[in-house]
């Protein structure tokens, strides 16, 4: 596997990505057909179906992700008490913290405060970082 960098650190998985998500919107697309076809009980309920199937992966993604962003927050809030014996600063955001995870510990201290003093974005934090710290485990 390649090195990580802010040019390749976006994942996909493509279970989710190209097989089940385009197979819930072919499913969704073909209920919805078949109800404006047949307008009976059975295709409104296929309709239902396909909706909560899709609704239901989006939100499973959903709660992945926020979940992943609250075990980031604290260990990024850990690593920062753990390098400075600071508390990280209250007003940096999660979309700021997050981007944050990809400093190394040398460079991760002035980034906190310099992503806080200039609201820097997260894509900007990313740009920032020079010594890039992979995170493999995030999708």
Known sequence: MPEQSYRNHTRLDPAYHMVAVPLALINVIGALIYVIGRHTALSALLLV?????????VKLRMYATK?????VRVEESFRHFTLTGKPLDPSLTLDQIIALRFASDGEFPDLCARAASEHLSKDAIKRAVTQWRADMHRV
């Open 67 to 71: 979940l992943q962003d609250r075990v």
């Open 49 to 57: 179906s396909s909706l909560a199937l899709l609704l239901g992966l």
